[in-house]
């Protein structure tokens, strides 16, 4: 199983994350898209028809998308399953898991960055309240969803006693908003989620800082 991903991309992130937990090794193929790797043809043609990253590829089989990959995972090998079967809980895990990956992420990951300054010309003050803004806003929404979910599902994790898909999405979103200074001061439950995360074996393996193609 080869796994094409960049150290600091949150979406591969959550895939490293849910590999970790599973017990899955990957040959690592770092993709920097920085420079812009994941728009070379090959890249494209081969690997992932989106140019991003992550993607993975089994044999003949070719998957991007953090959250189809992360399902296929859940197929592959269902122990320990990250996206419940029960039908109430599975949704509740999608709604969080899709408040992160849907509503924050594509507002602020690289290529909106890029195109804001280079291409709108917006100045690096700018650029940065637009990530604050979208981060707050978002967070206010996760941080309840989180509130909810502890009146019913006891536990460190966002949905009770083990990490499953939601905390694949939580725990990169906040690492990259903390990175660039947005302020988490009143997210109080997602803190201690991120937190307890930052102890756990799979967690501490898919940090960016360890992995092959890190940049300091």
């Known amino acids: 199983m080869e796994l094409y991903s960049f150290f600091n991309s949150s979406t591969s992130y959550r895939v490293r994350i849910a590999l970790a937990l599973k017990g899955l090794d990957t040959d690592y193929r770092g993709v920097n898209i ?5 728009r070379d043809a090959g890249y494209i043609r081969e690997v992932n028809a989106s140019p991003s990253v992550p993607a993975i590829i089994e044999g003949n089989f070719r998957l991007g998308q953090s959250l189809a990959i992360i399902d296929w995972l859940d197929n592959l090998q269902p122990e320990p399953r990250l996206i419940p079967l029960q039908p109430e809980l599975r949704a509740r895990v999608l709604e969080l898991s899709c408040a992160i990956a849907c509503d924050i992420h594509p507002l602020n990951n690289l290529r909106v960055l890029n195109y804001l300054q280079g291409t709108l ?3 690096p ?7 604050s803004h979208w981060i707050a806003e978002g967070m206010e929404a996760v941080e309840r969803l989180l509130e909810r979910s502890a009146e019913q599902y006891d536990g460190p994790w966002a949905f009770g006693a083990a990490p499953g898909l939601a ?8 690492a990259n908003a903390l990175r660039m200074g947005c302020d988490f001061s009143s997210f109080a439950r997602t ?3 991120y937190r307890h995360a930052a ?12 992995q092959p193609d890190y940049i300091a």
């Not at 102890?199 to 360890?210: L, M, N, S, V």
Request: glycine share 2%; with cysteine; proline share 8%.
């Open 34 to 38: 920085r420079v812009g790797e994941q």
């Open 125 to 131: 003050e700018q650029k940065s309240a637009w990530y």
């Open 121 to 123: 010309q917006i100045s």
């Open 199 to 210: 102890a756990h074996p799979a967690f501490i393996q898919a940090e960016p800082q360890r």
């Open 167 to 174: 905390d694949c999405c939580l725990v990169p979103q906040v």
């Open 191 to 193: 803190l201690a989620i």
